[in-house]
Every structure is written in C-alpha cells, then in structure tokens.
C-alpha cells in the first residue's frame, strides 16, 4: 500500500472516532445541562428549607401543626358550612386555611378542582379588611366576583371593565374603609401599571386594612411555567411593600423548578408549602389515533360525543388554529351536535356569549384554541377533546384537567397523528426547554403501553398511585406488540444522509413520502402512519432530530441526522415500534353503559322532579343534583359521601328545604343500578371476545412481518 493511502485511511479512521467522540461529548453535554438544572432546583429547596423555620409540607411540632385546634375554628366551621355550603374540608383546605390564618404565606399546589379558591376566600371573611386577589384573566375574575356575590359575599373587581363610578367607591373603600369591600380582584397589571391603584393600595395596609393577598394561577409568575405572563413577574413588590401581610400563591401545576422560581419571583422563601396530589382519579385519559383525513377526526369525534353523553352533558374541544375551530365546529353542528367555535379573533362580546350560553348548557361543546383556557369555572364539564397535540404534558394536564372539576368520572381523550408533530415544534422550539417539553407530550402520546396518569406522576415529580385502570393503557393493555424495525429505521437514516450529502433538506412529511416509495421497493409492510410513527420516534430518541428554518412567512421544521444515528448504522442499537391491532374501544364501551345509565336514571330523576314540583312549584335544582351525581351516589364509588355532603350542604344554603333534602336522599338510596351492571357484564363478555378476535389478526399479520 502507498504511504499517501496508509494516511488517508488512518485519516478517514480518525476522522470517524473524532465524530463518535463529538457525538459522545453532545450527549454528555445533554445530560450536563439536565444535571445543572437539577442541582439548582436542590440548592433552591436546600435553601428554602433552611430558611423556613416551617418544613414542607407538614408540621413537625404542636405549634407548627396546622391541622390543630386553633380559635379561630368556630367561626371558620360556621362560614365553610352556612355561607359556602360546604359540609366537610378536602384535603389540605383546613391546614390552608389555618396557615393563612395564622399570618404565614403560603404556597399551595392543588389539582384542578381540588378547592383552591375556599383557601384564601374563607381567610378573606374571617380576617378583618380587605383581601386583595390577584388572578390572571377577567373572565375568570368575573366568575368568582358573581360567585361570591351571589352568596351575599361583598367582592369586587377592578379590571378594564370597571366603570368610573364604582372604581370610585372602591377606591373609597381602600383608603378611607366606606361601603362593604371584603374581597378585591385585580389582574396583575393593575400592580405592574396602575401608580394610583398601588397607592390607594399602600394607604388600605398603612391603616391596617389590607387582611391578605392571593395570587392565583402563581405559576404564571415563571419562565419555566408553561403560561408565563411578564405582569407577574412585579408581584413581588407585593410583599416588599406589605411584608407582614400573609400572601396565598395558588396553583393546579407547578414543577419543582417552579415552585422555587415562584417562591423567589414573590418574595416568599419563607413559605409553607402544601403541595397535593397531581392525580384526578375521575378523569379517564385516553389516546386515539388520528387519521390524516379531517373529516374522518370529526365523525369519530361526533360519534364519541353522541355515544357517551346526551345533549346537556357539555365538553370541550381544543384545535390547533382559528380556522381548524371553526370548521370543526361547523361540522359538528352538521352532525347535530350543537357547537360552536371560540377563539381570539372573536370579539370580546361574541365571546363572552358563546361562553355564557355553554355555560348555562345552552350550548353542549366548545371548540376553542388554548385562548379558551384559564377561569373556566365551570364544574360539570364531562369531556375535554383535544383534536391536535398539546405543546407539553403541562399544558395537556391543564387543558384535561377541565374536565370533571366536580370529582364525576370525565373522559379525556387525545387524537394524536405523528405528522402534526412538526406544526408544533415550529411554534415551541425558541422557548425554554420548548421541544423538550414537547416531546414529552410526544412520547405519552406514542406510548401504547405506559399508564397515562404514571406520565403525569413522573413528570411533576410525584410518587406514583394506582390508576384504576382509568386510562386506555391499563384498560387494554395486552393489545399491545413490539415490533423490530431496525432495518427500517437504517432505511430512513441511511436515506436522509444522502439527501443531505447532496445539500437538501426534508420535512417530515416529505421524508415519510421518500420512504414509502423506498420501503415498497423493499417490499415492507409499513403503512403510511407506521413510518410517520417511526420518523418520530426516531427523532424523539436523537436518532434524527428536527432542525428549523426561519422564512419570510413562516418557521419551517426539517429533519436531520441525530448524534446517535450511527449507531443505528452500525447495528448497534434495535429499534422497536410499538403496535396494536386497532382503536381501543374502551371509551366506546363505557360511554355506551354510561348513556343507558344515565337514561334509566333520567327517568326516576323526572319522577322526583314531578313529586317536588308539588312543593317548589316545579322550580327543581338541577343544578344541586344532576343525572350523575345521582348515578354516583347510587353506585357507592369513591367520592359519593363527600358528593352527598357536599348536595345536602346546597340543598341547605339555597334553602330548598327538607322536604326536598329528604326526598333527595331517598333517592340516592333507591337508585339501582343491578340493571347498569348486568349490561355492563355483557358489554366486558363482549369486549374480550373482541380482544381475542384482535390478538389472532395480530400474530397472523406479525408472523407476515417477520
Ligand atoms: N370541601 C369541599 N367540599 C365540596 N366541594 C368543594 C369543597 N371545596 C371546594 N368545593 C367545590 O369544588 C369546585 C372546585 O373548586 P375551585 O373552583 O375552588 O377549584 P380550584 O382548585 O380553584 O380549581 P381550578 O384550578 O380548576 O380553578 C367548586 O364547585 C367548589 O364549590
């Protein structure tokens, strides 16, 4: 061999090592800066809890122990039960509220629905002057302010919407302590912006008037949160101004990383913290797969709407864009659901109606961008439905968590395509951890065998709890095989290489077409959604990775060669691909139980209503006692003697009498639900023949793979 090809072939050697020590170097690059995160996330949590003379979560002695005896017990039991109509605290309230009381700030974290805003609207009554209560949207101010009005509470609001003669009196009451102000909403710029506010504000606590502050939605406050609203960032100011003021941070969401972010942003390193369960047992999660032809989403949607609910039990469903919202809307009503689209480009009044008349049931669905999103209040919201991907399980946590707020099961159902996954990562990428985040959205939706509810356990840090069998995983879980797709996986690396060889670059979507044609000639079985599939997992697992492109118009995402590609190549890592045989029919299954449930119900619920139109002159409260409640009730799950509780407290406040709270309870008793459960039976005896019938067609057509 000559001299010149002994050193060009130990060039090309070292030249190889060189790019496997580079690609070595970016993964620990990776992992150095996800240990950097962890180790100021401790340091943070170190220091907090050097400083709080109040450890996390919980007391440690008598005087620290928030679940004690304290004076104040009385009057709290007597507003909870006689104004709020609440018979017993949820978890954490009472020691919430008995920290609050006892002048400390407080950090609470407590899932959607949990009962945050009995935490600081209790304290609010019981402590003398005014409770400021800062919340991020006026939609949601406005609900709270009409709740509380409603129950004789004197709460006000000082928003954009105010008018000059009551932001008087309000102002009135701030400084000099005139007219009935006990609670007061702003949103955050009125801190941020408002010299005239924050100086009505400072004389209020200069008389010493000012009883606490309650920032909602606190993780609002962070980066790292996945709402971050620059307004909140001068809340801080709060309690540099007021520093023996007790501050209330609430929040449903808030990573560990928030959580010091928050607890610095406000100022209140001294806090304790009561941080709940992430879990809401009721709500069943689940993922469909979604078919790239639009009009097929929306029939399955629609027969999913028709199969599990009636008419006046309403949902949600999140689109990706403006114009995806209307025309699903649109082709809902055609399929004779009553729907309607919400989004930003709406006017604010167009807006607000399509959100009264859902509201009040007069509309059953939604269908809105994530600008329908915080201060939706209301409880019995039995579906959320998201037509395309969340940008983070944060966000997806969120946007679910509408569902079910009243503790009633509540169906969450995700319709996820590979393909959109691009659309998304274009819009995330410069943020914080942006595709990170997405991508762990990603691998929940990819996944065919982790539990759903184990994602959201392991995302926010949280020892994980049985699911019940309450997401599509764990219900049919054995649907699931593994597939070898190693060979196509070098296909498409060894393909994207020599398209990059040549200086070109391809989108997702265009790779999966190069593919298709590719794998034919090859004679693979891949459908088109099975390399989509793979493209993606392949990127989520950096064998390729997704690289972006700014034009005039628009932020293009291409797909590349990632750091571990080689070792695809060299055959040193096998690729496996997750399969089932079909669509899991557990949502189909129970709603269709649920539907015959709820109209068997139905009919006893209108032979009570007959009965107490005698006394109440056929004025019934639907409201404090629905088909499902009654249905719960009835079938003694979990959560029915909180539920009876929580309606003979109601029944109580609204003063509907014990005629009517005897007559409810006796129909609790008598509800029965033999019929439901022998349908049930048949509906399980029915579905495992269906599984078999599917695990048959796929160990015929795997055999065929192999
Ligand atoms: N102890 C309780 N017993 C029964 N019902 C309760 C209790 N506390 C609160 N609720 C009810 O639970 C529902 C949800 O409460 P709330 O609106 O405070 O939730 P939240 O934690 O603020 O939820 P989100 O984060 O979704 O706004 C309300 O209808 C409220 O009246």
Redesign the pocket.
């Known amino acids: 061999m000559e001299t010149e090809d002994i050193i060009a072939e130990e060039l090309q050697n070292v030249e190889a090592e060189i790019q496997g020590v580079q690609d070595q170097i970016k993964i620990l690059l990776d992992q150095q800066e996800r240990l950097y995160e962890r180790q100021s996330e401790l340091q943070a949590l170190l220091e907090a809890s050097k400083d709080s003379s109040y450890p996390v979560n919980g007391p440690s002695n008598a005087e620290e122990n928030w679940s004690g005896i304290f004076e104040w017990d009385s009057r709290a039991n007597d507003v909870r039960f006689n104004l709020?109509g609440?018979?017993?605290?949820?978890a954490n309230?009472r020691e919430i509220i008995n920290a609050v009381m006892s002048g400390r700030d407080v950090l609470v974290i407590?899932?959607?629905?949990?009962?945050?805003?009995?935490c600081y609207q209790l304290p609010a009554i019981l402590r003398d002057g005014v409770a400021l209560v800062v919340s991020p949207l006026l939609s949601l101010i406005q609900d709270q302010v009409m709740g509380l009005s409603a129950l004789g509470i004197p709460a006000h609001m000082l928003t954009s919407t105010t008018n000059k003669e009551e932001e008087k009196s309000i102002y009135k009451s701030l400084e000099k302590g005139e007219g009935d102000l006990k609670i007061l909403y702003v949103t955050p710029e009125k801190i941020s912006k408002s010299k005239r506010f924050m100086s009505k504000l400072e004389k209020c606590h200069n008389a010493g008037r000012l009883s606490l502050i309650s920032i909602d939605e606190a993780h609002c406050c962070s980066q790292w949160g996945h709402d971050f609203r620059p307004d909140y960032k001068s809340l801080g100011i709060l309690k540099t101004q007021f520093p023996k003021v007790p501050v209330i941070a609430?929040t449903?969401t808030a990573t560990q990383k928030v959580q010091s972010d928050l607890m610095e942003m406000l100022h209140i390193p001294r806090c304790v913290k009561f941080v709940s369960t992430v879990n809401r047992p009721n709500l069943f999660y689940m993922v469909r797969e979604k078919s790239s032809v639009g009009k097929v989403v929306v029939d399955e949607i629609a027969e999913f709407i028709h199969h599990s609910y009636s008419d006046h039990e309403s949902g949600i469903v999140y689109c990706f864009s403006r114009k995806e919202c209307e025309q699903v809307a649109k082709e809902l009503r055609e399929k004779g659901i009553s729907a309607h689209h919400y989004h930003a480009d709406m006017d604010a009044n167009a807006r607000e109606n399509v959100h009264k008349r859902w509201s009040n049931g007069k509309l059953q669905v939604i269908v809105g961008t994530v600008a329908f999103g915080m201060g939706i209040?209301k409880?019995d919201v039995r579906f959320v439905i998201h037509h395309s991907l969340s940008k983070s399980m944060e966000t997806y946590y969120q946007e679910s968590?509408?569902a079910g707020?009243?503790g009633l099961p509540s169906q969450c159902l995700l319709y996820f395509r590979p393909g959109d996954v691009p659309r998304q990562s274009s819009m995330v990428f410069y943020e914080n951890s942006g595709l990170q985040n997405l991508y762990d959205i990603v691998r929940y939706c990819q996944s065919k065998r982790q539990c759903r509810r184990s994602s959201f356990f392991r995302h926010f840090a949280e020892p994980l709890q049985d699911c019940n069998g309450m997401c599509d995983n764990c219900a049919f879980s054995n649907e699931v095989k593994e597939l070898d797709v190693s060979r196509h996986a070098k296909v498409i690396i060894s393909l994207l290489q020599d398209v990059q060889e040549n200086d070109q670059r391809l989108t997702v979507l265009q790779l999966v077409d190069k593919i298709k044609i590719k794998h034919k000639e090859l004679g693979s079985e891949l459908n088109r959604e099975e390399i989509e599939k793979l493209v993606i997992q392949l990127i989520l697992d950096r064998f390729l990775k997704e690289e972006f492109q700014h034009t005039a118009y628009a932020t293009n995402a291409y797909v590349t060669i990632g750091p571990l590609a080689k070792q695809v190549l060299q055959g040193k890592r096998s690729i496996k691909l997750e399969m089932t045989s079909g669509q899991k029919k557990v949502a189909g299954m129970r709603s269709v139980k649920h539907s015959r449930a709820s109209s068997t119900l139905e009919l006893k619920l209108d032979e009570l209503r007959k009965e107490l139109s005698s006394v109440h002159g056929g004025i019934f409260p639907h409201s404090v006692l629905s088909t499902q409640q009654i249905s719960l009730i009835s079938a003694q799950k979990p959560n029915s003697m909180?539920l009876l509780?929580?309606i003979i407290g109601k029944v109580k406040t609204e003063k509907y009498g014990s005629r009517i709270l005897e007559q409810v309870t006796k129909y609790a008793d008598s509800a029965q639900p033999d019929e439901v459960k022998e349908e049930e039976e048949n509906e399980n005896r029915a579905s495992k023949r269906l599984k078999s019938k599917k695990q048959l067609i796929l160990v015929e057509s795997s055999d065929d793979e192999s």
């Open positions: 709020f609440i018979s017993t605290y949820r309230q407590m899932a959607a629905g949990g009962g945050k805003s009995l609430l449903a209040n409880p968590g509408r707020r009243d909180e509780e929580n």
